[in-house]
């Protein structure tokens, strides 16, 4: 169960996971929204195996903690359909911080693609910490 205090559930969505009884029809989302900035670089060599995330509502570094081990999800549309959906999905994993600013560092299953740059991630609350 996700924490009440993390930064991407709304105050309303919040109070209705603490409630005893849910209404049938509100559905709470369980991930939070996530931009990919780009690679992990210096100013000669880039390091396609780790990417920079910004998340949502995240501005300070102390804020990352409790996003270190959180699973995240590129969702892209591709041509051809597989299993019937033509999404396909790239695993991967918040790994650590990247300076003061609230950026991550992640570790996808297979490296992210250029065009995922400026694109978006979910950011799911599972695995749980606490």
Known sequence: ?????????SRRAAEAMGEAQKSKGEQIRLWCKGAVL???????NQYNNTSLIKIDGVDERSSVDFYLGK???YIY????????SKFRVIWGKVCRAHGNGGV??????KNLPPKAIGGRVRV???????
């Open 77 to 84: 549309k591709a041509k051809r359909e597989v299993d019937g």
């Open 1 to 9: 169960r996700p924490s009440l205090a993390s930064p991407c559930l």
């Open 124 to 130: 799911m609350l599972y695995p749980s910490r606490m």
């Open 71 to 73: 699973r995240l999800a």
């Open 38 to 44: 780009g690679y992990k670089r210096g100013k000669k």
């Open 104 to 109: 991550v560092r992640a570790k996808f299953r």
